[in-house]
């Protein structure tokens, strides 16, 4: 089956093509009324041509071509008056260069066959003006051995093991042999210079010299405190890159949906209320790196107490986390009311250092996040007022 594609850059016949690699190669050749020397390259993942360097010899047409390893080779032919060629030329497809190679063995000639087999080249046939139009001689060509590393491809990703390695001719590469030597495990074609960071697996997957980097991982360090009748405290440890944080929590049983929260960066902590008594819950957390995510953390379960009698004033009650604090800690507290609120820090005499808070709040869970910032190391305490009530706690800076 015969599909149509890109039409060529011109028209032209008597031209002269080869392929290396995935490309194709047409050049030379004329329009009826002049020769030619320029040279495209086609691409067919595209389905696209693009002009390369011009061909190194003079215009010509009815030039012979072929392909050998990585480069391409073009020679003999005649011009538009008929004068005919013995020159010949490889071009390097990485480089976009023609360099003179030995002239053609048979001497000038024009309308020859030729092809190549391996790591040669053949040309024969053909005719010339010295009374011989019909030849039948035929010449091989081997190409110039200019001596590089190639490197064993273990894992067949495409890029070579830099420990092994053979020196070849550049256009005679061996099976399972590259040209490229930066991979970091040729016993696993999943890792590569062009594969993608796979996070919290401690591997450097694509072979940068880094483990993880850039990547969005997985909150640890999941811990359920402050537990009461009707709440419990989420905390998790941070994640460098996190902008935010996906909480969701449920009651441990079939059929019940989960519920989610948004925390914003630095925070690492939650406060779920309007829980039931003596009930199973679980709950999991999973970090956002501005467009990124991370996977859900493994899932936590707690169970809420026995509600005892009344506990409006263990529902007030301060949490704080983490406590020991190293740079920033989260405050938080429940109203079970609308109430006016006072938090002051307080040093270890009694000296109030700074009020945190002071304010009319709304009934509901409320957070405060702290940072030391030039406080030195040592204890403090947080004074708490809730409306008439007042409550102590101690936090240490470390």
Known sequence: MWTKKADFLGK??????????????????????????????????????????????????????????????????????????QDFWEYDALTNLWSQKANYGGGPTTYAIGFSIGNKGYIGLGGDTLGNPFRKDFYEYTPDCDSIYAYSDADGDGYGNANSNALICDSLLPNGYVYDNTDCNDANANINPNASEVCANGIDDNCDGAIDENCCNIPVGLTTTNLTSTSAQLNWNTVASATKYKVQYKRDSTGTAWTTVTITAPTTTY???????????????????????SAFSSVIKFTT?????????????????????ITTSTISFFLNEKSNINIELLDLTGRKIKTLVDDYLEEGNHQLVFNRKQLEAGIYFLKAKINNETSMMKIVIE
């Open 12 to 85: 032209r016949y008597l031209a002269v093509g080869f392929s290396i690699v995935e490309k194709g190669y047409i050049g030379t050749g004329s329009d009826g009324f002049m020769p030619y020397n320029d040279f495209y390259e086609y691409n067919p993942n595209t389905n696209s041509w693009t002009q390369k360097a011009n061909f190194g010899g003079d215009s010509r047409e009815n030039a012979i071509g072929f392909s050998i390893g990585r480069k391409g080779y073009v020679g003999i032919g005649n011009d538009f008056y008929n004068p005919l060629k």
């Open 305 to 325: 107490l026995l509600r005892l009698g009344e506990e409006s004033v263990q529902q007030k009650s301060l949490m704080v986390y983490p406590n020991p604090i």
């Open 271 to 293: 406060t779920v209320t309007g829980l039931l008594a003596n009930s199973k819950y679980k709950w999991k957390v999973r970090s956002v790196c501005g467009s990124v995510k």
